[in-house]
């Protein structure tokens, strides 16, 4: 199936993406590798579902063949900025997943990491509106998800030291995600048909 997608992306920097994001979880989790144990599987999470993987997947939804000579899709501030806030979501949710196991740093300060995390993430937002990298409707509609970010945060300060409930909060970020996802995705389609572009 991952042969067929190369073949109908056409697009060589599709392909060239989509592997090294496949590397990417492969030195993740698999020997003898297991970067994860290492304490890189939030920057190797990021990479893969962020600017890696969402940018080729841009990429595939040109209609340009190889060996055409056609003019391939560019690779625009919009996209790049929209991967980065893809792959922070993606990380929260890999991060609260493995939170009882936050030894090193404390409870605290993981809780304190989300909190940060969460903080960037909008504030990232704001910047690529700003800068218009991002258009209006994006940043008007994923700053509508800022009660689930509060909701994320405020959970994970109270809850962080019991193991009881700290498990809820990948579920709170994978509410984020998606939510975050779709206002980003909506803000797209309705920034091409000229609204709050």
Request: charged share 10%.
């Amino acid at each position: 199936m991952l042969f067929w997608a190369f073949a109908e992306a056409g697009d060589a920097r599709f392909i060239f993406l989509v592997m090294c994001a496949i590397f990417c979880g492969y030195v993740y989790q698999c020997p003898p590798f297991r970067l994860s144990y290492q304490g890189l599987g939030e920057p190797l999470c990021f990479s893969a579902f962020g600017p890696l993987a969402t940018t080729a997947f841009y990429f595939s939804s040109s209609n340009v063949n190889i060996s055409s000579g056609t003019a391939l899709l560019p690779l625009t501030k919009t996209v790049i900025a929209s991967s980065v806030l893809v792959g922070l979501t993606t990380t929260l949710i890999l991060f609260c997943s493995h939170f009882h196991q936050v030894r090193r740093v404390g409870t605290e300060a993981g809780s304190r990491i989300v909190m940060v995390a969460i903080a960037m993430l909008y504030i990232l937002l704001a910047a690529f509106g700003v800068c218009k990298a991002l258009p209006s409707a994006c940043t008007v509609l994923c700053a509508l998800t800022l009660p689930v970010g509060k909701l994320v945060v405020d959970y994970v300060l109270k809850n962080h030291e019991d193991n009881a409930k700290i498990f809820m909060a990948k579920y709170y970020c994978v509410r984020l995600h998606a939510l975050f996802g779709m206002a980003l995705a909506s803000g797209l389609v309705l920034a091409r048909n000229g609204i709050l572009a």
